[in-house]
């Protein structure tokens, strides 16, 4: 299926991906796997009052943001509705398959976000509760940031996983757009050893 739109990121594509700015997960599954064609799965699911569904309950630190036991297997978009009609609260698991998913500790990261977006740079990205932000670059490419700043988790190969919004605490704060590559890290790269300078000047990192 082929896609077109119009170049501005904020408007294009509005109608492909305007779920995404809910908190509808089925409607945010769907737009994941159909528009931007990422596999997806469910993970345990956070309850309001009980925690997550996980043995830690309410202790959890990230309650319905993370995989059930056993292999990430993607759903089958036909059984995309039944699986989270009948799992409300269920956090959204990727795999990272078609991305890597690099995470910064928030001030790093805010300040890495500002500076893509002063460049033009579009590079989806998300922001957690917890303190943390996540961009999403170029499959295989993610191990370059750590050029810039070693102390970048980075997620890659199907094995690794993240969670998408809605799931709980989880937010877009760049969300991706259909015709739009994901940058090479290599594009980020320099934009991160800016800010990671800028912060040291400050004394905000050693």
Same mark, same amino acid.
Do not use: K
């Given at each position: 299926?082929?896609?077109?739109?119009?170049?501005?990121? #904020?408007?294009?594509?509005?109608?492909?991906? $305007?779920?995404?700015?809910?908190?509808?997960?089925?409607?945010?599954?769907?737009?994941?796997?159909?528009?931007? #064609?990422?596999?997806? +799965?469910?993970?345990?699911?956070?309850?309001?009052?009980?925690?997550?569904?996980?043995?830690?309950?309410?202790?959890?630190?990230?309650?319905?943001?993370?995989?059930?036991? #056993?292999?990430?297997?993607?759903?089958?978009?036909?059984?995309?509705? @039944?699986?989270?009609?009948?799992?409300?609260?269920?956090?959204? !698991?990727?795999?990272?398959? =078609?991305?890597?998913?690099?995470?910064?500790?928030?001030?790093?990261?805010?300040?890495?976000?500002?500076?893509? =977006?002063?460049? +033009?740079?579009?590079?989806?990205?998300?922001? +957690?509760?917890?303190?943390? !932000?996540? !961009?999403?670059?170029? /499959?295989?490419?993610?191990?370059?940031?750590?050029?810039?700043? /070693? @102390?970048?988790?980075?997620?890659?190969?199907? #094995?690794?996983?993240?969670?998408?919004?809605?799931?709980? $605490?989880?937010?877009? =704060?760049?969300?991706?757009?259909?015709?739009?590559?994901?940058? $090479?890290?290599?594009?980020?790269?320099? $934009?991160?050893?800016?800010?990671? /300078?800028?912060?040291?000047?400050?004394? @905000?990192?050693?």
């Amino acid at each position: 299926m082929r896609l077109t739109h119009s170049d501005d990121p #904020g408007t294009v594509g509005h109608e492909s991906v $305007h779920p995404l700015h809910d908190r509808n997960t089925l409607a945010c599954a769907r737009t994941y796997t159909t528009v931007l #064609g990422w596999p997806v +799965t469910d993970g345990h699911r956070h309850r309001r009052r009980a925690g997550c569904t996980c043995p830690a309950a309410t202790t959890c630190p990230t309650p319905g943001a993370h995989p059930r036991p #056993g292999p990430l297997t993607p759903l089958r978009p036909e059984d995309i509705e @039944d699986t989270f009609t009948r799992a409300p609260g269920a956090g959204i !698991i990727a795999p990272c398959r =078609d991305f890597d998913a690099v995470t910064l500790p928030h001030p790093l990261g805010t300040g890495l976000l500002l500076m893509l =977006d002063r460049f +033009t740079l579009h590079t989806p990205s998300l922001a +957690t509760t917890t303190g943390q !932000i996540t !961009i999403l670059v170029e /499959t295989g490419t993610g191990h370059r940031l750590t050029e810039a700043y /070693t @102390d970048v988790v980075v997620h890659t190969g199907p #094995g690794a996983w993240i969670a998408l919004p809605p799931s709980h $605490h989880v937010r877009w =704060d760049t969300p991706p757009a259909p015709h739009r590559p994901l940058p $090479h890290a290599l594009a980020v790269r320099p $934009h991160l050893a800016r800010v990671v /300078t800028l912060a040291r000047r400050a004394g @905000d990192l050693p």
